[in-house]
């Protein structure tokens, strides 16, 4: 079970998180004049990297506030955690 | 000696000769001391056949004295407090504990089973996937037979009694192990000011030293252990917890224990758990868990009289026993010399000590100086006597250790120690994800590369001396404190007796025997899963190369010892077999847990009431008494209907159904989600959210709206009312109000922050009493002075405030019956008030409570829509004729686009219709049966749609039921059928409403 | 390929069982094939013997970066049905059953396939409902499944508690008698010794790090033990899809999660039938072995590291024991992890990609053991013909585009 820093209230268990998935996917401004093969990839492709991760995590049991990480998908390590607004940090190299 | 058993020396051991213990075995009966276990008060006893194993149902004694054990695995207990498999040599007695062999048949001295043993030349590894294959389809009576004899213990036949608990903790630095390292890092961690957890499986702390005979600062190593506690105890921020397995090691630096708390005592006390599972989140962890010895592989290995040198040595020095009168000792390594010597200083024969290497060095010399007899660079060729060992045949090894030279001689003992090294216990080291290393010279994996903030102390990280052990628990536990931020303490090292000058091991995976390797006596490998090193070899021949292959393959290592012992010896053959180096061949991943949990320890108080909880209404505990039968839905426990006086669910809900149509019903809706939404930009937020339009609806007004996901399917629906400018109050259905909230909490916070708008829960804040029927104005009318009820004052689809009953209320003229209906908002806390003045008042007007299936009939006569019945995840509005509420015109909103994707633009989708059935026909549909055309077509069929709700209506006198039909819309009047089991229904498509459907009744 | 039979075995017994040939060989990469086949799951091995088998094409390699059947097709609750809801699904899933039907003898291996019949549970009447539907529909696709009442399902498995007062009381079932579990390792050993006996090359210890396009095509894959040309490949690699895709340009609507089972300790046998719950969160059948198999949930979490949270575990075993108390003294003995493929429909990705030549199969997600054959033999047919079987038309990557998803959330039987 991954220890979670909530931006706003500190480490915390994951069973307090819930998870969004990936981060920084822009709903299309425009979507009613995109492709349905580009409405596709924001609906459904995902990068799914073997890797560091840009994902969306929720205090669902806390402040409820939704928030970013950076996140290994091999180590699960965490890296960042940031408040949505917030520049991206950079994957370590 | 005493009836206390005749291997049991009048001293010595940490047994309390006082408090005499009686327990049973295979129906015998017996006597222990407390501080026992079951295997030391067998071995004193002088019992050495206690077990059978899992395939050959060879007879087996106790080889170990710990978590390690293959063999000797009883079932305890009886009723419903048995419990299947546990390791004598972990179950401590208490009086009155009644144990027994198991997989055996008749009993443990004669084994049915052991025919197996007898074939065993047609029963190799993998047997099973090489036959049973003829004749075709035959394989389930060959596997009737192979499930007779499969498992081992019992379970028991009733419900487990005992209570379990979680605990969740955190500290600045968790110890696992209580031996010496274990002991030092603990001590030094907590000196220096560290809050500190230490567990250790056993029931006492002291580790190796229990069962040794070291001595520290010139004292018995159990006083120093004694020493070191009592200074922690008086340390603040301490837990020790002994009985305390370490079982898991997971992301994060979270660990998993499991306390048996009261497993020693037979039954917990009153209020007492049984067992713990603690969740510790740990910023540092010292692994000190100690090492494993190994057996040795050779010929029979397995009687019973065979046992590990070191636990001989732990049941001697802890416990007071003697395993046997006459003992040989077989050895790879210095480690079993201890053993030899202690024991022949307690008294027991040793016959002789073979020893593989030709140098024997210091410590053979030690031994000789004592007298035992040294047979250097030999091997134990043979082993005789059937159901104990009798005697063990020695001859000379050759040069290359692959086989023997020269003659043999025939060694009397009664009992065969033996060592082949030790391997450390990395497996919570590994299940952190450390990479392991390989050590040539301890012959074993040793932690690497740690992946977590953790460090290593002790034999598990391939300390073989009580010296260095001590050594790095002291140092690890000072950096893992001097980690958290504490300055570091190291604590002096004691003064220790001089360690022997240490010769290194002879590691020879497979000793050499008489025949060659599976022509003559088993040697064994995996002792519980009678995997025998010509198992391995086969499987690495046939091509089962990958240590993954060889384990599934042959079994090996997959018992309840998850292969302490069997492990590396298997790895190691593998790796001859196959020409390559063990670190090539690696290890297999190492899994919790690490010893085998009890799974009502892991579910701890996640049982029955707990499982999930059960949400209630402020009337709840009316419904109750008015005899309602209830239905789960999701956590929301909802009265179902009302039976009176023995009434069938049919007649009830008939009843109620009526009531509402012409008199009046009284409904509990406090169940459905209600968020509260403020801000100035509430009406374009809810724009956006959905398929409609809200911020031009008026203050005081109510709508209904559909909501969909981004790919244009039906999400959820429901009510919203205007509150003020600002300020409105959505209503959801009771499975969605979670997921509705999370969605909109994401959208405001992550997509759309530029819009002011604040979102509050008030779902159980309210309570929702619903009136419904002709009557309903008039018993609202009873219950409220200041709202203008009149229809004109008061339309549908509007809301009024004021008091009802004299409690402060919110109104709503909306409807899910389709009849004239009010819904009447009150704090939450005033709901069981409101609902006893609604049925007063509305006596004389003959209220009626109506149940949740009572509402589905109602809002099905009238073509409402339920999500989750009508819609699936892959409903559009348009499917279910609701497109004119879709406001192309708005330029954005959640589903828009979704919706114009090509196959949501299909022609032929599904469509929501109305069936009727045959005049005279009172059976309902099934709901999900499935519609066809031409019900006397061939299989599989062509399916047209199927039935999303079905009910008998009073009101139409008649079934009727809600589908999805393709094309369903253009098919009025069309028949389709129903093919049930047994029977074919027809039914007509007709359009989806039974009642009033000019909503004359709805705004009336 | 010297034949298994029980006359074999008496025969390697006199021989003292040191003269067994090889299951399959061990060849080295040749510099090309026909067909690359990048995975050495089960799906990726049968995908090559149906290859051989059906289409007769024998110059095949499967590539495989660790042990076969090393993947999820050795870490599953090996559990076989075909009682899905959509007609696409049912008539892939039924294929794959009737193929498992004859594969003991079809590949001389014993797979232990065991039809000891699957129940899913319903604890309300939305169970209930849905239940019905897929039934019904299963029926008249002419798969076998039965509504039982809570009274059968209680002679059924009288360990089960049904009780009332239970916080989710079992109100009755569905039961495929046809389904029921084999043993997974054989499965992919079965098809590696059948395979390989046709000619097909299984190469462990390679993995593919690069897939080469020319002209827009395919042309073959590089690995860690050379270049290896191929106008053809498929890509059966299940939670590794995603990083697989990315080596050719490719994006998938995949996330790979953890997800856990668990075994107990063997006991005497107590429950003969496969036991599902999805309101509860449970599924258990017992091992052949006697040890209690259960199947976890998925972490929400992306993750490549067959590792999973302790408290998803607990969870299930939670479950587990609520169905089954006298369960609650039993001790779990491994628990483990595997990386599944999750496609946004709880379907499977079978077909043709933008790369000419290249072809995947992936996103079978928390299910994919029970479709190993039949998911073979259809991506077999792709590849040969170079377009889909009509069995596997419907689960193309293009219905992402037009919406026509195949939503199976219900049928995963257990809300994963």
Known sequence: MLLITCPWCGPRAELEFRCGGEAHIARPADAMNISDADYARYLFMRKNPKGWHYERWNHAAGCRRWFNALRHTATHEIRATYKPGDRKPEPPR | MSDAGDFRLQTGGRIDRERRMRFFFNGASYVGFDGDTLASALLANGVRLVARSFKYHRPRGIMTAGAEEPNALVQIGSGPRVEPNLRATQVEIFDGLAAASQNCWPGVEFDIGRINDFVSRLLPAGFYYKTFMWPPGFWHLYEWAIRRAAGMGRAADSADPDRYDHRFAHCDVLVAGGGPAGLAAAFAAARAGARVILCDEQNEFGGSLLGGAEKIGGKPGMDWVAGTLETMRWLPAIAMLPRTSAFGYYDHNLVALCERVADHLGEPKPGQPRQRVWHVRAKQVVLATGAIERPLVFADNDRPGTMLAGAARTYLNRYGVICGRRAAVFTSNDSAYAAALELAAAGVEIAAVVDLRVEPGAWGEAAAAKGLRVIAGSAVAAVRGAQAVKAIEVAKLGIDGA???????????????????????????????????????????????????????????????????????????????????????????????????????RHLWIVPSLKPVGRGGKQFVDHQNDVTAADLRMAAREGYRSVEHLKRYTTTGMGTDQGKTSNLPALAILAEATGASIPAVGTTTFRPPYTPVTMGAMAGRMNGAFLDPARWTPMQRWHVRAGAVFENTGQWQRARYYPLGGEEMHVAVEREVRAARTTVGIFDA???????????????????????????????????????????????????????????????????????????????????????????????????????????????????????????????????????AGIPARVLRVSFTGDLSFEIQVRASYGIALWHAALAAGEKYGVVPYGLEAMHVLRAEKGYIVVGHETDGTTTPHDLGMGGMVADAKPDFIGKRGLRRADLLRPDRKQLVGLRLADGERRPLPEGAQLVDDPGQPIPMKMEGHVSSSYYSPTVGAPIALALVKNGRARLGETLYAPLPGRTAAAMVVAPCFFDPDGKRLHG | MNRYSIFSLARNALSHHEDWQQAWRSPDPKPGYDVVVVGGGGHGLATAYYLAKEHGITNVAVLEKGWIGGGNTGRNTTVIRSNYLWDESAHLYEKSLRLYEGLSQDLNFN???????????????????????????????????????????????????????????????????????????????????????????????????????????????????????????????????????????????????????????????VLHTVVMSGAVHAYVSQSDRGELVMGAGIDAFNSYAQRGAVNVVEHTVAAVCELFPIFGRVRVMRTWGGIVDVCPDASPIIGKTPVEGLYFNCGWGTGGFKATPGSGWVFAHTIARDEPHPLNAPFALDRFTSGALIDEHGAAAVAH
């Open chain 2, 403 to 505: 086989s023997l030279a020269g003659g043999r001689e025939i060694v009397r003992c009664d009992l065969l120690l033996n060592s082949g090294g030790w391997t450390p216990s990395v497996h919570l080291f590994s299940q952190s994800g450390g990479r392991l290393a390989y050590d040539d010279a301890l012959g074993a994996f040793v932690p690497g590369k740690a992946a977590q903030p953790q460090r290593n102390a002790g034999s598990c990280n391939g300390a073989m001396t009580l010296a260095e052990c001590l050594a790095q628990g002291f140092a690890a536990g000072a950096q893992a404190a001097e980690d958290c931020g504490f300055a570091p303490v190291t604590p002096p090292m004691p003064e220790l007796e001089p360690e022997m000058q240490a010769t290194p091991a």
């Open chain 3, 111 to 269: 797979i232990m396939l065991s039809q000891r019949g699957v129940v899913n549970l319903a604890h309300s009447e939305h169970d209930m409902r849905e239940l019905k539907r897929r039934v019904n529909a299963l029926r008249l696709n002419g798969i076998d499944s039965e509504v039982l009442t809570r009274d059968e399902v209680k002679r059924l498995i009288p360990i089960l508690s049904c009780e009332g007062h239970a916080r989710y009381p079992v109100l009755g079932a569905s039961v495929q008698w046809r389904g029921g579990v084999a043993r997974h390792d054989a499965v992919a050993w079965g098809l590696a010794r059948a395979a390989d006996a046709h000619g097909v090359d299984i190469i462990q210890n390679c993995e593919v790090t690069g897939i080469m396009r020319e002209g827009g095509r395919v042309a073959g894959v590089e690995t860690t033990r050379g270049t290896i040309r191929a106008p053809k490949v498929g890509c059966v690699v299940a939670g590794h899809a995603s990083v697989l895709a990315a080596m050719a340009g490719i994006s998938l609507p995949i996330e790979s999660h953890p997800l856990q089972a668990l075994v107990s300790e063997p006991i005497k046998p």
């Open chain 2, 670 to 804: 406090s169940t459905l989600g209600k968020i509260d939404i403020k801000g100035p930009d509430a009406g374009k937020f809810l724009d956006l959210i959905y398929t409609n339009s809200f911020s031009k609806l008026a203050v005081g007004r109510c709508r209904y709206g559909l909501m969909l996901r981004e790919d244009g399917y039906v999400f959820d629906d429901g009510v919203t009312v205007r509150l003020g400018e600002q300020h409105y109050l959505m209503h959801t259905t009771t499975g969605n109000a979670a997921p509705v909230l999370m969605w909109l909490e994401d959208l405001l916070q992550m997509e759309w922050t530029e819009l002011k708008v604040r979102l509050t829960s008030v779902s159980e804040q309210f309570a929702v009493v619903t009136l419904s029927g002709p009557f309903a104005r008039k018993l609202l009318a009873e219950l409220t002075d200041d709202i203008d009820l009149d229809p004109k004052a008061f339309p549908f689809m509007s809301w009024r405030t004021g008091a009802a």
